[in-house]
DNA sequence: ATTAACTTTCAGAAAGTATTGAAAGTTTGA
DNA sequence: TCAAACTTTCAATACTTTCTGAAAGTTAAT
């Protein structure tokens, strides 16, 4: 398989992977293309590659830096920007893990523990119980899962890598 | 703060999460409401206490029974089927994380381990070289989160807590 | 200070998803 | 066997998100 063809299917799988991760399938695709260029890209490479338009290779790009996944470099005597995305695997996933746990975790953890903290009222006292174990059975699940992913963001690579995989073993 | 304002605070706020977590608004706001329902729901509670149709209550509650989320039962006299949701949450956490492994694992898995088979051709050794690299770590690194996930799907409750909750402290 | 090279913004268009509700299908009891 | 009680389906519609492209903004060299 040639290079082009090898690139394309991976570009696209991202892209459509990344959409269901709830990142959108433009910003995955374009991290994509960086991740396999051997060089920094122009905005103008981008959207070329990619067939999209000047506006949204933008925003995205401009996404991509908000999340740390991607880096503008300056060519001297060159006045464009390019573009390049970090290669280290677990780096990218803990930038990624980290965005997701502020949309994800952090809102839940926040109504759940305010919740908690309410008396509740109402006559029927079987359905007080039921509502009160249940968010207490789900603020104590979330509070773990978000030490557990703060601990992931936080840790560095080897760390973390090793210790999981003694889990699997 | 009375019950009915509590649920409905929870329900709301369940459904918005979901929907970051792939999982559509109205699927995870019938969740939240026989989470936190002391009884079984029937389809015409659910569409009341939730303002929807009968068709988006009936699509919702079968895909929350293919998840494994939510249980029919029939009483007896009754011909109407109820509805009623698991509340332990490592268990809810499982059935979800094995939908999303699925949707979001697996496929990538997939290519990125075709592609690593392929001998890639062309010209520019160097850009040839960027993407086996990319793709040699992306293939460890997801292999990896696979079997993580793998093991916490087929877990029990109480070994994996245990063990994650080490890791923790 | 001017202008050419580039980047950013944003309103409207297009694409993608979810929801409705009426009609068709199924089951159960008499 | 019939019909009432319920469930399922699906085409049309509404809603949400993403993308475009032209216009405005910025920067740097002369």
């Given at each position: 398989?040639?290079l082009?063809?090898?690139?394309?299917?991976?570009?696209?799988?991202?892209?459509?992977?990344g959409?269901?991760?709830?990142?959108?399938?433009?910003?995955s695709?374009?991290?994509?293309?960086?991740?396999?260029?051997?060089?920094?890209?122009?905005?103008?490479?981008v959207?070329e590659?990619?067939?999209?338009?000047?506006?949204?290779?933008?925003?995205?790009?401009?996404?991509?830096?908000?999340?740390?996944?991607?880096?503008?470099?300056?060519k001297?005597?060159d006045?464009?920007?390019?573009?390049?995305?970090?290669?280290?695997?677990?780096?990218?996933?803990?930038?990624i893990?980290?965005?997701?746990?502020?949309?994800?975790?952090e809102?839940?953890?926040?109504?759940?523990?305010?919740?908690?903290?309410e008396?509740?009222?109402?006559?029927?006292?079987?359905?007080?119980?039921?509502?009160s174990?249940?968010?207490?059975?789900?603020?104590?699940?979330?509070?773990n899962?978000n030490?557990?992913?703060?601990?992931?963001?936080?840790?560095?690579?080897?760390?973390?890598?090793?210790?999981?995989?003694?889990?699997?073993?």
């Open positions: 398989m040639n082009e063809d090898a690139k394309n299917k991976f570009i696209q799988s991202w892209g459509t992977l959409s269901q991760w709830g990142i959108n399938r433009t910003m695709q374009i991290h994509a293309l960086l991740l396999v260029s051997a060089e920094a890209l122009s905005a103008e490479d959207m590659q990619l067939n999209i338009s000047r506006g949204n290779a933008n925003m995205n790009l401009r996404a991509l830096m908000d999340w740390g996944l991607v880096t503008k470099e300056i001297p005597g006045r464009k920007e390019y573009f390049f995305a970090g290669k280290d695997m677990w780096e990218v996933a803990r930038k893990t980290y965005e997701r746990r502020k949309r994800e975790i809102p839940i953890l926040q109504v759940v523990n305010e919740l908690k903290k008396n509740i009222t109402g006559k029927n006292k079987e359905e007080i119980a039921a509502f174990d249940t968010i207490e059975e789900l603020s104590k699940f979330t509070n899962a030490s557990i992913v703060d601990k992931f963001i936080k840790s560095d690579e080897n760390w973390f890598y090793k210790t999981l995989m003694k889990l699997v073993k």
